[in-house]
């Protein structure tokens, strides 16, 4: 046997044993001889070997198998195509280390820092990605020697199967080699991958190393904001020692920013045509949206300030392309941001309300100049003397710019007491104010000798500054594009009754979100975001530690706040789903109600598992948890699991539903609301009872609109003998008929139901019609009824009684005693007997 196969088949059983240990990374392997051998022979060992009647077929099947492994290995070397990539990766993560350990990085400004650390971090990403792709291509190729190996432990131990015909023998034999003959052309491309993967394992292993080095240069900058890192201006202006010339720190600026951009653009080429072609498609797109916003506001669908950002559609225009340039180096060289950023100022000033730029005056415009110089500024730190001087000229025009602002804007409140009353001006003057001090700090900080304090607060001022402006404009022309593409009667179509609520919501939350990203973006560039996140998550990861569980103030602020979502998700759904949606659809009544609160107990449920796993809750705890919330279930919550029970038996079969009137419990009253485990019932008297629902199920439930509101008044009336009962009857009926809420289908009805002394009884039945007040409408009738007998001249005889007086002192009266009675033992009077 050949060295080169004792190879092969040394790589092969080491790839058995990594196949069966599950490992993804083939790349660590290095596997010896002495080591797959011993794997090999107990392979073959371990296998079944196939019956002597399947071998054949097996056979056919397997040689088909070889032939594509065979194929896949004969494809062109794919291992090319990473060793041309990881090659290109070398050269420019070398040509990068060099630039990261020259000495002169000193001179660079924290911003240029930045860019040198975001460029390592781009090499990480597209290195991670090419690694990626080139352990997938190793591990398809490990997967193909490992079933190779399989199959010939397979056919090794059925051709030492005894009693074998000589032809299948053969067969086998045959097999065995074309296995080996695979082998040796698989372990080829396999062996390029991994020595791919060792390379690539070694360039990660740099890029780390640069990325630390940079961090570490940052986090320097950083710590030289509360120290004093260079002498005090009148010292520096005495020091007659050579300075660095500017060209140094300018031209090393210049060769970060360029390096990077040229990778940057080259690592997300395939964006570029695509961004570029929907930049030239907007534009035409704003100048339709300027036509449409004149239509709606000539119709009355939106107002003309609203829709003034879009007047302009130029300014609109560039601004969306820019804010499009902005995302899209989001993670690209710093220098090239503050251009655009720079450049978005025009459309910024023309798209923000003529009311801000009064509010904020001349800062608006000077603030442009300021952080273009403040830019170019950063490049001079080569000559550490000329950029002091330059920085603390800017901070003084800084100040009396920004001073004299808010002195004018002080003189103005004082004649327009109601106007500085508002909270926008309030806040506008307290953040003016606090300009001027962060500007003081920093011309103090300059001419002290902490240089990155001052140089960090400039250009923190000026970027936030900016970006509020930079933010109120974007949201301008967001909200027009809004309403012009979904106009007040679309939204109003399509959220229902609730789109005049809603609208003000989705502002709030707009305007909640942009002070946030203002307020992220201002801390970062005060840079104080970095140290109070690593202070928040230390805080917040702080384990504490209660039995065998353990748990965080992160997981505890996680848990409450997927609460409330949950919760408000559920009921915002059940809204939209009981208001709007299901009322559109064709549902049996009540339907619609089991539904949204089906649903919005769903969501509940759900978001509560979601908030003990956020709490770090293991499924096994949570089995501990509802294996005692069981124990107590059948201890003392027996009578809350049968109302829970008994609330999903309600809104399945829907004995009651919303709106209908029962009588249960001993009252009556009408349905209110159908929770899982109580049903709400508002009484004729108005009063709220809380009835569970368990009580509903188990007692007697008279529910009289379950099919229908129609229901049925009875009457009772009585008239003398000397009028026709037939008389009384049709005229009961013809009255009942006038009736608006009485229904006509079953028709009024009147009967004779007695005869009394002195009066005839009758009754007079009717229904009254579907959604008609039946207590209204039984009103309406008895009064009907009292003015038509009387308009008929038929009286209603009046109860008599008759009054026995036994005795009055000093009185003598004499009773008026029918013939029909006779005094009785004991006083009174009797009837009298038949006999008598």
């Not at 928040?536 to 409450?560: D, E, P």
């Not at 949606?581 to 089906?598: E, Q």
């Not at 199920?697 to 003398?720: C, M, P, Q, Y």
Request: one cysteine or more; a neutral charge.
């Amino acid at each position: 046997m050949s060295a080169r196969t004792c190879l092969c088949r040394a790589l092969v059983g080491a790839l058995v044993i990594c196949a069966a240990a599950g490992s993804a990374h083939v790349r660590a392997l290095a596997p010896t001889a002495a080591d797959t051998n011993p794997a090999l022979v107990e392979a073959t060992a371990q296998a079944t070997a196939h019956g002597s009647a399947d071998i054949p077929a097996r056979a056919d099947a397997d040689q088909q198998h070889i032939q594509d492994i065979v194929h896949r290995a004969q494809v062109p070397d794919v291992a090319q195509r990473y060793d041309a990539a990881l090659a290109r990766h070398s050269t420019a993560i070398g040509q990068l280390a060099e630039r990261s350990g020259k000495s002169d990085l000193a001179v660079l400004s924290v911003r240029r820092l930045e860019s040198l650390q975001r460029h390592w971090l781009l090499y990480e990403r597209v290195l991670t990605q090419t690694r990626a792709e080139l352990a997938r291509s190793t591990n398809a190729k490990s997967e193909d020697m490992a079933e190779l190996a399989k199959r010939r432990a397979v056919w090794q131990a059925t051709g030492q199967t005894a009693g074998l015909a000589p032809a299948l023998l053969e067969r086998v034999d045959e097999l065995i080699a074309m296995i080996d003959d695979a082998e040796k052309q698989v372990a080829v491309p396999l062996t390029k991958l991994l020595d791919l993967g060792r390379k690539g394992s070694a360039l990660a292993t740099q890029v780390q190393q640069g990325i630390d080095s940079v961090s570490g240069k940052v986090d320097d900058q950083d710590r030289r904001l509360v120290s004093i890192d260079t002498p005090p201006l009148w010292q520096a202006l005495g020091d007659t020692e050579a300075l660095d010339p500017v060209s140094i720190g300018l031209s090393r600026s210049l060769e970060i920013e360029r390096a990077f951009a040229s990778g940057y653009d080259a690592a997300n080429v395939r964006w570029l045509p695509a961004l570029a072609a929907g930049a030239l498609l907007l534009l035409p797109a704003m100048v339709w949206l300027r036509y449409r916003a004149r239509l709606l506001v000539a119709a009355g669908q939106a107002t003309e300030p609203s829709m003034r950002a879009l007047s302009r559609p130029w300014a609109a225009w560039l601004l969306l392309v820019l804010i499009g340039a902005v995302f899209y180096d989001i993670q690209g060289p710093i220098f090239r941001q503050q251009a655009v950023m720079l450049l978005a100022w025009i459309p910024v000033l023309a798209l923000v309300q003529r009311r801000v730029l009064a509010r904020v005056g001349p800062w608006a415009y000077f603030s442009a100049v300021f952080y273009f110089l403040n830019t170019l500024a950063s490049m001079l730190l080569g000559d550490q003397l000329l950029y002091r001087g330059v920085l603390l000229t800017l901070n003084l025009l800084m100040l009396l710019t920004l001073a004299w602002r808010m002195l004018r804007a002080r003189r103005v409140a004082t004649e327009d007491s109601e106007q500085a009353d508002t909270t926008h001006v309030k806040a506008l003057t307290f953040l003016g104010w606090v300009a001027c001090v962060v500007l003081l700090v920093s011309a103090g900080s300059n001419v002290l000798g902490n240089v990155s304090l001052a140089t960090m607060l400039t250009g923190a001022l000026l970027d936030s500054s900016y970006a509020a402006l930079a933010l109120y404009a974007g949201s301008t022309v967001l909200v027009a594009l809004f309403q012009v593409l979904i106009p007040r009667t679309t939204l109003a179509r399509i959220a229902g009754r609730h789109s005049g609520s809603l609208i003000p919501l989705a502002a709030r939350l707009a305007r909640t979100l942009m002070v946030l990203a203002w307020l992220v973006y201002t801390l970062q560039s005060f840079r104080v975001y970095r140290p109070l996140s690593a202070l928040l998550m230390t805080v917040l990861t702080h384990q504490f530690q209660l039995g065998q569980i353990s748990i965080s103030l992160g997981n505890i602020a996680a848990f409450a706040a997927a609460v409330w979502v949950a919760f408000w998700l559920a009921r915002t759904i059940r809204l939209l789903l009981a208001e709007d949606l299901l009322p559109a659809l064709s549902l049996p009544r009540g339907v619609g109600d089991s539904i949204s609160t089906l649903t919005y107990y769903s969501i509940v449920f759900l978001g509560l598992l979601a908030a003990l796993a956020m709490a770090g809750f293991q499924v096994g705890q949570l089995a501990i948890i509802f294996g005692a919330l069981g124990v107590g279930i059948g201890l003392g919550l027996q009578d809350v699991v049968k109302n829970f029970v008994a609330g999903l038996i309600l809104m399945f079969e829907r004995p009651i539903r919303l709106g209908d009137v029962v009588d249960v419990a001993g009252m009556s009253g009408t349905v209110r609301d159908i929770g899982m485990r109580a049903t709400i019932i508002t009484s004729f008297d108005g009063a709220e009872v809380v009835v569970p629902n368990g009580m509903l199920l188990a007692d007697k439930l008279v529910n009289w609109t379950l099919h229908g509101s129609s229901r049925r008044i009875s009457i009772e009336i009585s008239t003398g003998y000397g009028v026709s009962p037939q008389q009384t009857i049709e005229l009961l009926v013809g009255i009942a008929r006038r009736i608006e809420g009485i229904a006509l289908s079953p028709a009024p009805n009147a009967i004779m139901t007695g005869l009394t002394p002195g009066a005839l009884e009758f009754s007079l039945r009717a229904w009254t019609t579907q959604q008609a007040d039946w207590v209204e409408v039984r009103s309406e009738l008895a009064r009907r009824i009292r003015d038509g007998l009387a308009e008929a001249g038929i009286e209603v005889p009046l109860p008599q009684r008759e009054m026995h007086v036994r005795s009055v002192p000093g009185v003598a009266v004499v009773a008026a005693v029918p013939d029909s009675e006779v005094p009785v033992k004991g006083g009174g009077y009797g009837p009298k007997s038949p006999n008598v």
